[in-house]
């Protein structure tokens, strides 16, 4: 009995050890991912910062930071991880909200919709989309047959067609916590609300967004990085004439063998995503506590 | 007393609800005939209840009782499929929950998280649209009535349970509603602060005139905050009526057990003179009690604990029952024993803690007694 205690007790020596024994047996559970982790990703992106400084000199950041074309790219991917982005939480809030009010048999179908594209492979899905939004494409016909339009629209190889492939492929990573942070949401909180007069809309703008905010800064911060990043679906659907980051880093390494410019590249579009994610982090913070 | 009491032994004719076009006048609130049902659980089945002007009504009832149905159709949240709700002579059975001008403590508080104290307080004077320096003006006021002056600018997980219920109190009563609804409020706290809240609400009610409904499944709560009380049950009102009408002219067994601690004997009326009634209750043993019931009804007589007296047979033979103490508790301001007759029947009896008296032992032959004016008798169907 006295032993007992005494373990259980955390103050205790005898208490002490068995937690720190405790914690060493999980911490060495994620030896092996920690592992992975360092050899395919860590030593990669170390040796490629390496390569990019080039016994010292910083020439090849000076050229990715002073030369309009790269500046202009650089642009264009964070505009476009933007548009991607807000276009991706417009959709997706209501989809979420259904999931998370319906009834659970629903909801699980609809789970299988949203989750659905991601077991499918990037590819297929980026090139069905081609079929749908070419010049001779689904879409146009049904639009000039509807006698909508009398020519087809450009959607392919621009910037519309990038963020609808970007949208369709990122929106899963936008439902989801908003899902999740919606389906935490006390209802009761709601009732009350309701019972102290307040009309719908302003139960939503007053206490269901800013309940629910946290999950859409989750959605946003993890589409957005992922958009920086993307690279298939711009190649792709923007056949060459948009021009996202990490299509220009494929380019640098794969057509110029510079890799210590794509290395210059990607260790500025690093930096950039750190910057951009500490200071919202900072700013959610804030407006969490003060929103009201 | 008991003799005189209006209508004793017959439930009917108790000052029950408040029936009656009179009464209705003077009603605040008016519950007629209300009906919701879940599936095949019939949750409230044919309510009435009518709650005057400034009064505190408790709505007693176990687990599945329907009082929260009932709370919920009171505040709009659901709508019964019969009957009618009236609040101050408007019939609002069907008015969304937001134009009912109720205030409503949750039972978890449903306090709004990322709101402070003020802000949660201040946020149904918003929402009718009042001006800034009003609002600023009562918001202050409400919190000093639940004495939390120097806490409003913490949010609700930085206040102590106790402090979280005062704010879900200031907010329901800060935009002076017509009436105030109590969900189990004191649930989660403990004993002590529990007994302290109890008070404080029933003062800051009779201080503001609020009519107010408070729910619970905690009898001795019900009987110390309330003005009147309701027992519920199958999603009916069994009784209504003052505390101590309830605790000690209960209607039927199911309130007579729910409230308190009973000794319930059943048997049928034997004899009745000038005002008593003898009871036989089988086993060949006769009870006397004050009651006019005709001969032959079968009736139930409550004694509760409190009301026995361990006794010797000098006083006479009236009532007496002798048997062995089979269990005895010690619960500080009294004594609990479980007794078991020479018959085979079993009694609870309390006895006072007082200096120079023994209390009786376990194991130990025991004889009970009481007044026939300290039982009180009610028919059974």
């Known amino acids: 009995m006295a032993a007992v ?13 068995v937690e720190r024994r405790r914690q060493a047996l999980i911490a060495s559970l994620s030896v092996p991912a920690l592992v992975l982790l360092l050899v395919l990703f860590a030593f990669p992106v170390l040796r490629l910062m390496e390569l990019s400084l080039d016994a010292g000199s910083l020439q090849w950041y000076q050229k990715a930071l002073s030369e309009n074309l790269y500046l202009q790219v650089f642009w264009a991917t964070f505009r476009i991880a933007a548009i991607v982005t807000l276009a991706s939480f417009l959709l997706s809030y209501p989809v979420a909200y259904l999931l998370a009010t319906t009834s659970d048999a629903w909801a699980s179908l609809g789970f299988v919709f949203i989750v659905l594209p991601l077991w499918t492979s990037i590819l297929v899905r980026t090139y069905a989309w081609m079929v749908l939004l070419g010049r001779n494409g689904v879409l146009n016909r049904i639009l000039i047959d509807l006698g909508v339009m009398d020519q087809p629209i450009a959607f392919l190889y621009n910037e519309v067609g990038v963020v609808i492939g970007m949208v369709h492929v990122l929106m899963p990573y936008m439902v989801l916590p908003i899902y999740s942070a919606m389906k935490r949401v006390d209802p009761t909180l709601i009732q009350a609300a309701e019972g102290l007069g307040a009309p719908g809309w302003r139960i939503f703008q007053r206490i269901f967004l800013p309940l629910t905010a946290q999950g859409i800064y989750a959605g946003c911060v993890l589409v957005f990085i992922l958009s920086l990043g993307f690279f298939i679906t711009p190649a792709l659907l923007g056949g060459g004439r948009v021009v996202m980051i990490a299509v220009l880093i494929e380019q640098q390494v794969r057509e110029t063998l510079n890799w210590e410019f794509a290395g210059a590249l990607a260790t500025v579009l690093l930096a950039a995503t750190l910057v951009i994610y500490s200071l919202t982090r900072g700013l959610m913070r804030q407006s969490v506590e003060e929103s009201a | 007393m008991h003799a005189s009491a209006p209508g004793r032994g017959n439930p009917r004719e108790l000052p029950l609800a408040d029936r009656g076009p009179s009464d209705r006048a003077s009603s605040w609130l008016v519950i007629e005939g209300v009906r919701k049902h879940y599936g095949a659980v019939q949750a409230l089945n044919g309510v009435a209840l009518a709650v005057r002007s400034g009064e505190l009504l408790t709505i007693l009832g176990p687990s599945g009782s329907g009082k929260t149905t009932l709370l919920k159709v009171i505040a709009g949240f659901e709508m019964p499929e019969a009957g009618n709700v009236l609040l101050g002579g408007e019939d609002i059975t069907t008015m969304p929950p937001a134009r009912r001008n109720i205030g409503m403590v949750f ?41 939390l002056g120097g806490l409003g600018d913490r949010f609700p997980r930085q206040l102590s349970g106790g402090q979280q219920q005062r704010v879900a109190l200031a907010r329901a009563i800060v935009f002076s509603p017509q009436l105030l609804l109590l969900d189990e409020p004191f649930g989660a706290l403990d004993r002590k602060l529990r007994e302290a809240m109890q008070l404080e609400v029933r003062r800051l009610q009779q201080r503001l005139g609020l009519t107010t409904i408070f729910i619970t499944h905690d009898q001795e709560e019900a009987l110390v905050i309330s003005d009147r009380v309701a027992v519920m049950r199958g999603g009916a009102i069994e009784q209504a009526g003052r505390p101590p009408e309830i605790y000690e002219r209960p209607a039927n067994s199911f309130v ?34 004050a009651g006019d019931e005709p001969a032959g009804t079968r009736v139930a007589v409550l004694v509760r604990p409190e009301r026995l007296r361990a006794s010797d047979a000098a006083e006479g033979t009236a009532n007496l029952f002798r048997g062995r103490v089979l269990e005895s508790v010690y619960v500080g301001n009294s004594h609990k024993h479980r007794i078991r007759l020479d018959g085979g029947r079993e009694l609870l009896l309390r006895t006072p803690v007082l200096a120079g008296q023994r209390a009786p032992a376990v194991g130990e032959s025991i004889a009970v007694r009481f007044a026939p004016e300290d039982a009180h008798l009610f028919r059974q169907e």
């Not at chain 2, 649209?129 to 919190?143: F, N, S, W, Y």
């Not at chain 2, 000794?263 to 009326?269: A, E, Q, Y």
């Open chain 2, 256 to 289: 007579a057990e729910f409230v308190g601690e009973s000794n319930l004997l059943l048997g049928s009326v034997a004899t009745r003179r000038d005002g008593y009634v003898e009871i036989a209750i089988g086993d060949g043993t006769e009870i006397l009690a």
């Open chain 1, 5 to 17: 205690q005494e373990i259980g007790r955390p103050g205790s020596r005898r208490g002490a050890r």
């Open chain 2, 107 to 147: 039972q978890n508080y449903a306090l709004f998280p990322h709101m402070t104290a003020r802000e949660n307080i201040a946020f149904p004077l918003e929402m009718r649209g009042k001006a800034r320096t009003e609002i600023e003006r009562d918001v202050v006021r409400a919190l000093d009535l639940v004495a």
